[in-house]
């Protein structure tokens, strides 16, 4: 049997509606996924991990960008960030719990740049931060919902997003799928914290 005859009758087995068929077409399906598209994706965005799932709600806007600023506008203007700057900003709604980011890393970082990065090492949270940039000298950046910066004494986790080192950063929100995430949450959800389960408030 040549090798085209060979591949057509594969190919004819895996339109086959059996489990057989059906078992034999996932594993193709993750092959393909965890070893040719991520990794092709990965070389194009020039970042290790170039699609990320939001996993919190620190980066959600609970109303519209008004009521939004009206709530939290004292801590940017203490930072030098005004509502016209906010306005400005990429992603100036925030980012919610399930949202998959699309990330790149192939450009600079700048003021407002909605940034993935590592946490500290003596942190004990290994998973990586979506938060926005808000200064640059240091790198520091704040979630949107955080009341302020997380530092090592005000979270449980010792996360200091107050110095954020460059070789940390694995890049930058370039546009986000709505909720999508959520395919891969759901599994995730029994095992959280009661209070970080389900869709923000």
Known sequence: M??????????????????KSWSISLILLIILIKFIFFPTLSFITSS??????????????????NEWWSGNYVWYEQNNITKSDFESFPFKKGLNKGDIIFVWGR????????????????ASSKYPIIHRLVTLNPLGTKGDHNIKQLTRNNNP?????????????????????????????????????????????
């Open 2 to 19: 040549s090798f085209k005859q060979s591949m057509k009758k594969f190919w004819d087995f895996l339109q086959e509606d059996n489990w």
């Open 48 to 65: 290790p991990l170039p699609l990320v799932v939001v996993e919190s709600c620190s980066m959600y806007h609970e109303s519209s960008f």
């Open 107 to 122: 450009s600079s970082y700048k003021k407002a740049d909605i940034i993935i990065f590592n946490p500290n090492a003596d």
């Open 157 to 201: 986790q010792n996360i200091d997003e107050t110095k954020v080192f460059s070789e940390n950063i694995i890049g930058k929100s370039a546009f986000k799928i709505p909720l999508l995430g959520w395919i891969k949450l759901i599994f995730f959800e029994p095992f959280r914290e009661a209070e970080q389960r389900g869709f923000c408030k």
